[in-house]
């Protein structure tokens, strides 16, 4: 197997994590519709059973990077694959709102985990040149795994079935699990643990320029904890700081409102419960091929201009949903209208802002406090999911769903103009040069 086949099966089965993110995420969106009624919640009752996944997964997304730095990130997403099986049953199997809720919770410790260190084991095992199109495919399974939930879903509708909508998720998990247990542990991770002659050995077979390895073995001759270097190095800091920034960014114009509950907001301008949740498919078809798109282009354009783009077009298709939303109530055009933009919404969200927060997170953090600063610029991520799937669809009682969204609009100007002056561009760069470049920016910020 050459290196770039072999860059490519390890890149695939690792970004089996992002295939089980997309569907625990997105199989909650037409599972709500069959669920709500079963047990007669509220809106607040809605939004508690979206969102206490997102709690598991802030938990799991701070903790993942410490578990990963000293077990390795093979270990961890063996691990994170386990909890996934028995976390998808439980929540099949859950018979009240609360154990519902506490499965969810127990599932996104898993999530969480996932999704800070599938792109950690993907950035550190793969050559510069290919990094971003590598780690872009933990987001384009992120995707499939969503079209896949909706699928399922739609599948499901006559039937109602939330429970196997939901206990599905296993099968995915089992693969991750089985399908790690045959993979190496990165090449930096194991030069961290003083495995220098193995570390160089997996390096090469991947086709990564040695030196790429050097902060890696900088900082176990260091002998610093995390926490210490995060303490005494100023452009650790900063460099943390913008990781956390793009966590935020990749929630910040409402993204998931709409993934969680685009079916919820069609049915309540009219469309039955069965057609709604039909349309989640459109949301769904849109997400995998922007993202296709993406993948090809990000290692052309560059990361910061990408993202620059894609929030534009968020922001844009925001406010015109925002307003075709506001004449909907009763009007099948209007209706169609507002799910065509949240579509496009979508495409640029899946195409550019996404993939683009996502590596820049998993290309800025540098080795030597790798898993704590991932494990912090996961939790901002998770803490700002959460806080959109608890609080959108009471968002929208109190001020309507057009004003919901104007508000993301808003919120997406603010990111454009943050990412503009303060995110640097680092295609084509090893992360040694990346962090080199922090170094040097930022090492005599007060």
């Known amino acids: 197997m050459?290196?770039?086949?072999?860059?490519k099966v390890v890149a695939g089965i690792a970004a089996l994590g992002g295939l089980l993110f997309g569907y625990d995420t997105g199989v909650i969106s037409g599972a709500l519709l069959f669920i709500t009624p079963e047990f007669n919640m509220t809106a607040h009752q809605e939004g508690w059973v979206a969102s206490t996944l997102l709690?598991?997964?802030?938990?799991?997304?701070?903790?993942?990077?410490?578990?990963?730095?000293?077990?390795?990130?093979?270990?961890?997403?063996?691990?994170?694959?386990?909890?996934?099986?028995?976390?998808?049953?439980?929540?099949?199997?859950?018979?009240?709102?609360?154990?519902?809720?506490?499965?969810?919770?127990?599932?996104g410790v898993a999530v969480g985990g996932v999704s800070i260190v599938s792109p950690m084991y993907?950035?550190?095992?793969?050559?510069?040149?290919?990094?971003?199109?590598?780690?872009?495919?933990?987001?384009?399974?992120?995707?499939?795994?969503?079209?896949?939930?909706?699928?399922v879903n739609s599948a499901l509708a006559t039937s109602a079935n939330w429970e196997l909508m939901l206990g599905l998720a296993a099968v995915p998990g089992l693969l991750l699990a089985v399908g790690?247990?045959?993979?190496?542990?990165?090449?930096?991770?194991?030069?961290?643990?003083?495995?220098?002659?193995?570390?160089?050995?997996?390096?090469?077979?991947?086709?990564?320029?040695?030196?790429?390895?050097?902060?890696?073995?900088?900082?176990?001759?260091?002998?610093?904890?995390?926490?210490?270097?995060?303490r005494r190095f100023r452009w650790m800091q900063v460099t943390v700081l913008l990781a956390m920034l793009m966590g935020l960014t990749q929630q910040i114009t409402g993204v998931?409102?709409?993934?969680?509950?685009?079916?919820?907001?069609?049915?309540?301008?009219?469309?039955?419960?069965?057609?709604?949740?039909?349309?989640?498919?459109?949301?769904?078809?849109?997400?995998?091929?922007?993202?296709?798109?993406?993948?090809?282009?990000?290692?052309?354009?560059?990361?910061?201009?990408?993202?620059?783009?894609?929030?534009?077009?968020?922001?844009?298709?925001?406010?015109?949903?925002?307003v075709a939303y506001s004449q909907a109530d009763g009007s099948t055009t209007m209706a169609m209208i507002s799910l065509v933009f949240m579509a496009l919404f979508i495409a640029f969200q899946q195409a550019a802002v996404s993939p683009a927060t996502w590596?820049?997170?998993?290309?800025?953090?540098?080795?030597?406090?790798?898993?704590?600063?991932?494990?912090?610029?996961?939790l901002s991520l998770w803490l700002t999911n959460w806080a959109v799937a608890q609080y959108f669809l009471p968002l929208v009682e109190w001020l309507s769903g057009s004003v919901a969204f104007l508000v993301f609009a808003c919120l997406g100007l603010v990111a454009v103009g943050y990412t503009r002056v303060l995110i640097p561009e680092t295609m084509g760069r090893s992360l040694e040069q990346v962090s080199e470049e922090m170094e040097r920016r930022y090492a005599k910020v007060s």
């Open 122 to 151: 993907i950035s550190e095992i793969v050559p510069a040149a290919v990094r971003g199109r590598m780690v872009s495919l933990n987001t384009l399974m992120i995707v499939v795994g969503q079209l896949m939930a909706y699928l």
């Open 180 to 230: 790690m247990f045959f993979l190496p542990d990165t090449p930096i991770w194991l030069a961290t643990r003083g495995h220098g002659e193995k570390a160089r050995a997996i390096a090469t077979r991947a086709g990564m320029h040695v030196e790429e390895l050097a902060s890696a073995n900088a900082a176990r001759r260091a002998g610093r904890s995390e926490w210490f270097s995060l």
């Open 55 to 107: 709690i598991g997964a802030m938990l799991g997304a701070l903790l993942a990077g410490r578990v990963a730095d000293r077990y390795g990130r093979r270990t961890t997403l063996i691990l994170g694959g386990l909890i996934f099986v028995a976390g998808s049953i439980w929540c099949a199997l859950a018979g009240t709102i609360g154990s519902l809720a506490l499965a969810r919770a127990f599932l």
């Open 359 to 378: 590596l820049l997170i998993s290309e800025l953090v540098p080795s030597q406090v790798r898993g704590l600063g991932m494990g912090i610029a996961g």
């Open 256 to 322: 998931n409102a709409i993934i969680y509950f685009a079916p919820t907001m069609m049915n309540k301008v009219g469309i039955s419960t069965e057609n709604s949740v039909y349309t989640s498919i459109v949301i769904g078809l849109a997400s995998v091929v922007a993202c296709i798109i993406g993948l090809k282009v990000i290692d052309r354009i560059g990361r910061k201009r990408l993202l620059l783009i894609g929030l534009s077009g968020n922001v844009i298709s925001l406010l015109i949903l925002s």
């Open 2 to 7: 050459n290196s770039q086949t072999y860059v």
